[in-house]
């Protein structure tokens, strides 16, 4: 054996599993993606005769979206933000049961090997089981707008992401909901 064909052989090996793992990374560029998350939800700035008798919960959220690009997607997303205990002028206590439709544009930027920051701005339909004649802030069947901010990893060679996120419902000058939740989504 000729010693330029032993010193060859190591880099046509290396190649060929370059490009085996390249043809395994999965493309994320583009496409439908889902996931579910889990995190926390805090309320503040109830500024009404209601009061918090206790403001968080544990949240779960569900969404599907579509990447365009590296840069831009749009999503849907589902949030049961758990139930935020209020008082009413009378010392009543209510427990809040608040859901969210939301329909946001995130924003992606690469930072380092998988690791990705990302922004959202959007619009959320709030469906609450709770009125205003109950403690004072009207948060039942309105709209209100979403806007977040997180950190993404996205695996390289399976088409799967991780995040963590933290995103304000702004529903009204009385009432807002904070969120941070972790979530898992695949890409399709």
Same mark, same amino acid.
């Given at each position: 054996m000729k010693l330029s064909t032993f010193l060859a052989a190591p880099v046509v090996l290396s190649s060929a599993l370059i490009g085996l793992n390249a043809a395994n990374a999965a493309d994320v560029s583009s496409g439908l993606y889902s996931g579910i998350g889990v995190g926390n939800t805090i309320a503040h700035d109830v500024k009404s005769d209601a009061g918090l008798d206790d403001n968080n919960d544990t &949240?779960? &959220?569900? #969404?599907?979206?579509? $990447? #365009? &690009? &590296?840069?831009?997607s749009t999503e849907l997303g589902f949030t049961d933000f758990g139930d935020i205990s209020l008082k009413n002028s009378d010392g009543n206590t209510r427990d809040l049961g608040t859901k969210a439709y939301s329909l946001s544009a995130i924003g992606e930027i690469p930072i380092w090997a998988g690791l990705i920051g990302y922004g959202r701005v959007g619009g959320a339909y709030i469906d609450s089981d709770i009125s205003k004649s109950d403690v004072g802030v009207d948060v039942n069947d309105e709209w209100a707008p979403v806007y977040g901010l997180g950190v993404k990893y996205q695996w390289e060679t399976v088409p799967l992401f991780t995040r963590l996120e933290y995103t304000r419902y702004d529903i009204d000058?009385? #009432? $807002?909901l904070d969120t941070t939740q972790l979530s898992i989504g695949a890409q399709f």
């Open positions: &949240n779960l &959220n569900a #969404f599907v979206g579509y $990447k #365009f &690009n &590296n840069w831009f000058s009385d #009432f $807002k």
